[in-house]
T-cell receptor, first 113, second 114 residues
Framework: DTGVSQDPRHKITKRGQNVTFRCDPI?????LYWYRQTLGQGPEFLTY????????KSRLLSDRFSAERPKGSFSTLEIQRTEQGDSAMYLC???????????FGSGTRLTVV | TQLLEQSPQFLSIQEGENLTVYCNSS?????LQWYRQEPGEGPVLLVT?????EVKKLKRLTFQFGDARKDSSLHITAAQPGDTGLYLC??????????????FGKGTKLSVKP
């Protein structure tokens, strides 16, 4: 069990560019979650998957954001046409079921300049 | 939209002091988790409480779930510099809130000075 891995740890991009983040969950966890955290705030829910199915999406997830988990293992989060307001820490977590504790990755820090 | 409040937002204390942080809402929760987060890292689960009135202890940390399952508290005895971090409460709500994911408060940022 190597925990939840996120790549990259840091990303600086110019406004208008597309970025993609990857999350590798704990292998036996069937649930995977994406959260976004800005300075001074707690994590805000974006979306989650049960296996390969995307079961819920927050209204925070605009049409510029898309997440996939094609084989029920790793997941990607893509942001198209990035804006400065997208600058945040993007956290991925996984769990076995909704009532179990989440294991979070170390996050991807996105800075849009 | 359920309102989740954590207090205080910031707390700076000396090593050896005791402290309590609170998590309150108008909604009833099926269960609630507490996490601790250090700068630049993801939150780490401390405890899950499920039953109203439940008390759980983790070394010097004592967690309590309110009888009505609308609030929770975290008490730290004899705080140490290693306790420094952001403490987040995160309830599950199956009574009108979104299902299948945790909702996080803004957290209490604790600083313990040696």
């Amino acid at each position: 069990d190597t925990g939840v891995s996120q790549d990259p740890r840091h990303k600086i991009t110019k406004r208008g560019q597309n970025v993609t983040f990857r999350c590798d969950p704990i292998s036996e966890h069937n649930r995977l979650y994406w959260y976004r955290q800005t300075l001074g705030q707690g994590p805000e829910f974006l979306t989650y998957f049960q296996n390969e199915a995307q079961l819920e999406k927050s209204r925070l997830l605009s049409d510029r954001f898309s997440a996939e988990r094609p084989k029920g293992s790793f997941s990607t989060l893509e942001i198209q046409r990035t804006e400065q307001g997208d600058s945040a820490m993007y956290l991925c977590a996984s769990s076995r079921e909704e009532s179990y504790g989440y294991t979070f990755g170390s996050g991807t820090r996105l800075t849009v300049v | 939209t359920q309102l989740l409040e954590q207090s205080p937002q910031f707390l700076s204390i000396q090593e050896g002091e005791n402290l309590t942080v609170y998590c309150n809402s108008s909604s009833v929760f099926s269960s609630l988790q507490w996490y601790r987060q250090e700068p630049g890292e993801g939150p780490v689960l401390l405890v899950t409480v499920v039953t109203g009135g439940e008390v759980k202890k983790l070394k010097r940390l004592t967690f309590q779930f309110g009888d009505a399952r609308k609030d929770s508290s975290l008490h730290i005895t004899a705080a140490q510099p290693g306790d420094t971090g952001l403490y987040l409460c995160a309830p599950y709500s199956y009574y009108g809130g979104s299902q299948g994911n945790l909702i996080f408060g803004k957290g209490t940022k604790l600083s313990v000075k040696p």
